[in-house]
């Protein structure tokens, strides 16, 4: 049995126990990605080097009893839009195909304290835009599922890493559904944390107001423990929250026994695939049986979600990816006349073309004469979607839904028809809108193999809520592991 | 299509985003930016008379720093990554004319 | 010219606040240092970077806020300005459009026909951007991120003024509150105070207003004095040729004295203002508001009435002495240390100001300590020295802030008041002058004078004038 097949705390539990080390964590993990990364492409940047090294610091630091956290010693994937310094980081663009930087994003050296071990960068949507990690200048990741199908997006690297078992557990980013729609489609569990747990302090921005870094492993308690370790009151992110506490791990007691589950009927409607539709349904049926009391409701507002997020998101990006301009870091093209052919050349070079059209919109719609029309009209949008969620959640613990209205797409079907790729958004950018934390589990696979995941929506704070009803619908099925790595084990 | 995007609107928009697009390029972005447009447009079904536009999602105010000097000179760090730089300082193409 | 014009000016004035540090970093807000070595990733724009606030900059905002009459808003957001260069690291300047701190002030400056109030219209934190240092030799330019997030405030007026004198007056009459404020020093040629001038004409009588444009780059009041005079030259002529002025920003160049349109087809000015997505509002509580009122200093109208019932010092030496922070913080440290509010007036209206005026210096210039001047203004009391010494003295102190009483010691500067040694000397300056001892015997007065000299000489100034005189009329 690889150790790689293990959950985190699993293979954190061994490590401090003896029976392995972090060093042999590691080179197993090194070793998988050898095996099946040329396939799936998880991984921008991996330092097999560096990762060796660290680990042997870390094992020294157990044996020493300086780390005995849960997480010491277990190798980890973190998206390569977080800063590592000494690193390089690239957001998986051309833009930032050889940026280093200068120092390390909160979330990483929170986990690093925790003693994880990061062995590489994952593969993902260039900038965090897109559903299907096909975006990313460094080619597509592969769905080990079934490599002929997309990971999911934007953290597709990421959650494709931890289903092929490349790494234990990966962080991985979330402004409009980034983490649980391809955990969904990876078969994983990932979760957005209510916005501000986590500290964004070295993530490099898409859509501000939206961004959320968070866990994605193989079951809720090693997102519970991953949490713990890298949610923080940072006073170097003005929008990061206190929280009255940090532990998450002990909500797990394999009980939903009196959460009231809401169900939105506007989320099971037309646009919803059966075989999907189905899956979930019978998880919430599941979850009945471990105690939970369920109850359909109209959640309301459902189809305004996506084109008030993508007017936020757009406009944040347009001036978010402002200061990629060839001066300070990043791309320069090699000829230009003057200062603003440098930029315009630059840009248009060192930038994909969905990033483009994302910039081009938030651009637009910030422009003279249309800042009302657009963005105002989304920022109103917003506050009555949250006002939806608020009533929902003075009669619900939590709503229940799918991630994703299908399994994962073959490669190549999804960009030339960016809408509908958007539409895919459905069930997961409102709950960015809102600030609330959200968790994709597993459950099941449609007709073709691919994972469905079923999606839990908290009140903000509430993550221990989401999360003891994860790990309570765990319990009445086990974790399905990839064909590719079962194989491979 | 209810939105119709003018080469001049997107020339425009390029010269705010810095973007220089092939035609080729741009007649695809014109016609994304329509169709996204026109979808965005459904928002104008929603009655949002009255409604404070809410760009924070939480209540919080008053996030602050103290006036005390904490940071040291990295600047070699820094410039490590400029694609242009001379004597301490970022080099770009002369600004003026 | 046939027709009479009015010409309408509104100010909008940058002044850099005297943090210590950056107003969304803790780098150092000093000034100078080699490229970049005050920088960090927030003010340079490195990726993942964050703002957070300086308080102190909210403080200093919402005490000018006060002192120029504003309603301070105490419910204020930041938003993003969108403009692409390279001065500016993230490409969007942190600003304040839709809710900045203060609103509808005013202050109030004398006019030839009276007192008169220049609106505020609002009163904005913001971010000022890094410097662009030009390299002639490679033709490029550099540039260096230390300026990049020190705080300014930009004060906006409204269009109330009507001629280069009362800009003038205005800039003055701000420039000194915030200095009272230790808000900021306000200094134009270093650009910590920097005017933008809106100008635009119309005819005498009419009540609409023309086509104004904005002015930058005016480093001195005597810049902006001309840049106002040729502007308003500039528009009328184009009205007077039926052509329309165009709104648009024209930069100054004060050597050549004229401006030029900054225009460019790559600058759209449509800067996609929205709300800073990674700072929260800044909510000002009546309670913190208290808070601050408490804190402001005393400013100059109060100072003037105090002066008078305090120190009983001439009117117009009140007014000179307070329309410098500088020089009234001098006159009442030196006041408090000597008590004598008349001799510490008298030696900064004369001596200082006339070193001033040799060395070309303003007050913010001024180095010596007012434990020196007290100290000088008790020697010379006490008789110590005579005045002629105190005078050179004052100078070394005004120069080199030396201890008065230490350089006295050292170059054995003491008043000679032993009448043995005095009439000693007399009397050998007397004998050496026969021809002065027989005119001023024989009536010619004129001739003491020029034997007080000759004996003041011989005691290298150090003799006591009134001993001398007394000595003298004696002798003779």
Not at chain 1, 182 to 205: D, N, Q
Request: aromatic share 8%; hydrophobic share 35%.
């Amino acid at each position: 049995m690889s150790l790689m097949s293990l959950t985190a705390l699993e293979l954190g539990k061994k490590i401090r126990e003896r029976e392995t080390s972090a060093v042999e964590a590691a080179r197993e993990a090194l070793d998988q990605i050898k095996k099946v990364d040329k396939t799936l492409n998880c991984f921008v940047t991996v330092d097999e080097e560096q990762a060796l090294h660290r680990a042997e610091e870390v094992q020294k630091k157990i044996e020493a009893g300086e780390l005995t956290g849960p997480l010491a010693g277990v190798p980890a994937a973190v998206k390569d839009n977080l800063c590592t310094e000494g690193l390089r980081t690239t957001c998986s663009s051309r833009m930032l195909e050889h940026f280093v930087p200068s120092y390390t994003a909160e979330a990483v050296r929170n986990l690093e304290n925790a003693g994880a071990v990061v062995i590489g960068k994952s593969n993902m949507d260039e900038f965090a835009m897109g559903s299907t990690t096909e975006t990313s200048y460094f080619g597509p990741t592969r769905n080990p599922w079934n490599p002929e199908h997309v990971p999911g997006g934007s953290s597709g690297g990421s959650c494709a890493a931890v289903a092929a078992e490349e790494c234990s557990f990966a962080l991985g980013s979330d402004t409009g559904g980034s983490i649980r729609q391809p955990s969904a489609f990876c078969g994983v569990t990932g979760l957005k944390p209510t916005y501000g747990t986590v500290s964004r302090y070295g993530l490099i921005a898409y859509g501000s107001s939206l961004d959320q870094i968070g866990p994605i492993g193989k079951d809720a308690a090693d997102c519970a423990a991953v949490l713990e370790a890298i949610a923080s009151y940072d006073r170097k992110d003005s929008t990061s929250m206190k929280r009255d506490s940090y532990d998450f791990l002990s909500a797990l007691d394999g009980s939903a026994e009196g959460l009231r589950i809401g169900i939105p009927r506007d989320y099971f409607g037309d646009g919803l695939n059966g075989e999907v539709k189905e899956r979930i349904l019978e998880a919430a049926k599941a979850l009945e049986s471990k105690g939970a009391v369920l109850e359909e409701f109209d959640l309301s507002l459902v189809e305004y979600a996506i084109p008030a997020y993508y007017v936020i998101a757009s406009a944040e990006a347009s001036s978010n990816l402002a200061r990629f301009d060839g001066v300070k870091y990043g791309y320069r093209t090699r000829e230009y006349e003057g200062l603003h052919n440098m930029y315009k050349k630059s840009r248009s070079e060192g930038f994909g073309p969905e990033v483009k059209r994302r910039i081009m919109l938030g651009s637009f719609v910030l422009s003279s004469g249309y800042y009302d029309a657009y963005y105002l009209k989304a920022l109103k949008t917003k506050a009555l979607i949250k006002r939806a969620f608020d009533r929902a959640f003075e009669k619900y613990d939590m709503i229940l839904g799918p991630a994703a209205p299908t399994t994962a797409p073959k490669l190549g079907e999804s960009l030339g028809d960016p809408l509908s790729m958007y539409l895919g958004d459905i069930y997961t950018v409102s709950v960015n809108l809102a600030g609330l934390p959200g968790i994709t589990v597993p459950c099941g696979t449609d007709g073709r193999g691919l994972p469905i995941g079923m999606q839990l929506i908290g009140d903000c704070f509430q993550e221990r809520k989401i999360l003891r009803a994860a790990h309570a619908y765990e319990q009445t099925r086990a974790y399905s592991r990839c064909p590719m790595a079962a194989k491979q084990a | 299509m209810a939105n119709m995007i003018s080469d001049e609107t997107m020339e425009y928009v390029g010269i705010l985003a810095k973007l220089e697009l092939s035609q080729e390029e741009r007649e695809q972005a014109k016609k994304d930016m329509e169709q996204m447009l026109d979808y965005i447009d459904m928002l104008n079904t929603l009655d949002t008379d009255g409604v404070e536009p809410m760009s924070h999602v939480f209540p919080i105010h008053n996030v602050f720093r103290e006036d005390t000097v904490e940071n040291t000179d990295e600047h070699e760090k820094m410039l490590a990554n400029a694609p242009s730089a001379k004597d301490g300082a970022f080099k770009v193409p002369k600004t003026v004319e | 010219m046939s027709k009479q014009y009015e010409t309408v000016i509104g100010l909008e004035v940058h002044v850099e606040l005297a943090t210590r540090t950056k107003i969304f970093c803790s780098c150092s807000t000093e000034f100078g240092g080699a490229p970049n070595t005050h920088t960090c990733p927030v003010c340079t724009g490195m990726p993942g970077s964050l703002p957070v606030l300086n308080r102190q900059v909210v403080e200093y905002a919402a005490a000018v806020g006060l002192a120029t009459n504003c309603t301070i808003n105490q419910y204020c957001k930041f938003d993003r300005k969108n403009y692409f260069y390279p001065d500016n690291p993230q490409n969007y300047q942190i600003s304040q459009l839709y809710e900045p701190i203060c609103r509808n002030g005013y202050v109030e400056i004398d006019t030839p026909s009276g007192p008169k109030k220049i609106g505020i219209h609002e009163i904005h934190m913001e971010e000022d951007a890094g410097k662009l240092i030009h390299d002639e030799w490679e033709d490029c330019s550099l540039v260096d991120f230390n300026r990049s997030g020190v705080p300014l405030i930009e004060i906006v007026s409204e269009p109330d003024m009507r001629n280069a004198d009362e800009v003038i007056a205005y800039l003055d009459k701000l420039r000194l509150i915030i200095q009272y404020l230790g808000a900021s020093d306000c200094k134009l040629q270093e650009g910590s105070m920097r005017a933008d001038v809106n100008l635009s004409v119309r005819e005498a009588g009419s009540s609409k207003l023309g086509t104004r444009t904005e002015m930058k780059n005016l480093n001195s009041f005597k810049a902006i004095a001309r840049a106002i005079e040729g502007e308003r030259e500039r528009q009328i002529e184009l009205l007077e040729m039926g052509k329309a002025v165009v709104q648009e920003t024209r930069r100054w160049d004060d050597n050549k004295e004229a401006s030029h349109a900054m225009r460019s087809k790559e600058d759209a000015q449509d800067y996609r203002y929205f709300p800073e997505p990674d700072l929260p509002p800044v909510v000002i509580s009546d309670e913190w508001l208290q808070e601050i009122r408490a804190r402001q200093p005393e400013l100059r109208s109060e100072k003037l009435i105090r002066y008078k019932k305090e120190f009983d010092i001439p009117d117009y030496d009140a007014q000179i002495i307070t329309g410098s922070k500088k020089l009234a913080d001098l006159f009442e440290a030196t006041t408090a240390i000597c008590k004598k509010p008349k001799k510490v007036s008298n030696w900064l209206m004369v001596e200082t100001m006339h070193l001033m005026k040799e060395h070309g210096m303003e007050p913010e210039d001024l180095r010596f300590s007012p434990e020196n001047l007290a100290a000088l203004i008790d020697l010379t009391d006490a008789g110590t020295i005579n005045s002629s010494v105190a005078k050179d003295v004052f100078e070394k102190v005004f120069l080199e802030n030396v201890d008065p009483e230490r350089y006295v010691d050292e170059h054995g500067l003491k008043m000679v008041s032993n009448e043995g040694e005095l009439r000693s000397v007399i009397e050998q300056v007397m004998a050496a002058n026969p021809q002065s001892v027989e005119d001023y015997r024989s009536g010619k007065e004129k001739a003491m004078g020029f034997l007080v000299g000759q004996t003041m000489r011989a005691m290298k100034g150090k003799a006591n004038p009134a001993m001398v005189n007394q000595i003298l009329k004696e002798l003779l």
